[in-house]
């Protein structure tokens, strides 16, 4: 027994030299060798799930932890090239930015959704609106602060005002408030987008909005210069004298049925026939619900359309060395407006000289709000 003894203790010490652990009160021997091979089985399948799963964690971990995008301000580069009427390199263009006649109107078809029932004021009603209101022209000139008192319909007893200055006066105290809060808005919309070009990085709402201005501004190629030449304020005399051309200062059929403030045509779609127009002329005057609609689409036009592109040439480069916008100059490139050409622009600056209508140009609508008080 005892030699028995001494052999299983000498076994026993082989054994844990050799690195075997040999387990009281049990049936078996536990080895170190088995354990290190079920921790090396165990953290292969570790490694093997990892890299399994690991492309799905990274494509959710994207849509939740990524950078905002980045809008890539080239516009000092092309600023030139646009002025120039010259064209710039598309990159990645898609289907879904090519331009759409429609979006240059998306915000004036909303006016459609005024009701019927407008309110039209006879001229007496509007006089008294205007004196309750202290609405005064005078006034205005002074203080350069313009109430919002906003009018849908011209009246139809304006065409039958027999006193010229009453009847201008009347006139320029109906389509002012309209002008300048279109101005407003614009103004609006520039100071945002300076705001998104500024930043490094912008939001997805951000990004949404610049694209919905490229389709509203008709810039199809996303050039960022283009927007900003395009989405700019028309000069407030200079909208007066264009509106008391096209209507004889209120009086004229397509002012009265349509509040067609500045005879912009249209070749489908609703509109009024011209009289004594030839048989082959397809051309009305657009019409619209409200008046406000008309001064929206005569400044989209203004701001859009290739006849006018010399002209916003010269309100940038205006706005880039002055600050402000020189309407008597700006006139000069409005030739192609109407059919009479630059005899046109000498009426234009004419209305605006006689009946002192840059008083008018840096007019500011009073804010609605607090809110709009500190926006502007």
Do not use: C
């Not at 075997?20 to 093997?48: E, H, R, V």
């Not at 203080?143 to 009018?151: R, S």
């Not at 809060?181 to 909005?209: A, G, Q, Y």
């Amino acid at each position: 027994m005892k030699s028995q003894n001494l052999n299983l203790q000498a076994i026993k010490k082989i054994l844990l030299k050799k690195g075997y652990k040999i387990q009281k009160n049990s049936s078996f021997i536990k080895l170190k060798p088995f354990k290190s091979l079920t921790y090396t089985i165990l953290a292969s399948f570790i490694l093997i799930l990892s890299f399994g799963i690991m492309p799905s964690i990274v494509s959710i971990s994207s849509k939740f932890l990524s950078s905002p995008s980045i809008v890539e301000n080239n516009s000092k580069l092309n600023f030139e090239k646009v002025l120039d009427g010259k064209e710039i390199e598309i990159n990645n263009e898609k289907e879904s930015d090519k331009l759409k006649v429609t979006d240059l109107f998306l915000d004036i078809f909303e006016f459609e959704n005024v009701p019927d029932n407008t309110v039209r004021f006879s001229a007496s009603t509007l006089e008294e609106i205007y004196k309750d209101n202290g609405f005064n022209l005078n006034e205005i000139r002074d203080n350069k602060i313009v109430k919002p008192v906003k009018i849908d319909l011209l009246p139809k007893e304006i065409k039958k005002i027999e006193n010229t200055k009453k009847r201008k006066n009347l006139f320029i105290q109906i389509v002012l408030p309209l002008i300048l809060e279109e101005n407003t808005r614009i103004k609006l919309e520039r100071k945002k987008l300076f705001t998104v070009l500024n930043k490094n990085n912008n939001t997805e709402s951000e990004i949404k909005w610049l694209r919905s201005k490229f389709k509203q501004y008709g810039v199809v190629n996303r050039d960022l210069t283009t927007l900003k030449i395009r989405m700019d304020e028309i000069p407030v005399s200079m909208a007066i004298a264009q509106a008391a051309k096209e209507t004889g200062w209120g009086t004229s059929r397509f002012a009265l049925e349509g509040n067609a403030l500045f005879g912009q045509w249209t070749f489908s779609g609703e509109g009024i026939k011209p009289k004594g127009a030839d048989a082959g002329d397809t051309h009305k005057v657009m019409k619209f619900k409200v008046l406000q609609a008309s001064v929206r689409a005569y400044q989209r036009n203004l701001n859009t359309h290739s006849s006018y592109r010399q002209f916003r040439k010269m309100r940038a480069i205006q706005r880039d060395n002055l600050g402000s916008l020189n309407s008597l100059e700006l006139v000069n490139y409005l030739d192609k407006y109407a059919e009479t050409g630059k005899e046109y622009t000498k009426i234009l600056k004419k209305i605006i000289e006689q009946n002192n209508l840059t008083d008018f140009d840096d007019a500011k609508l009073l804010p609605s709000s607090q809110k709009m008080k500190k926006i502007i």
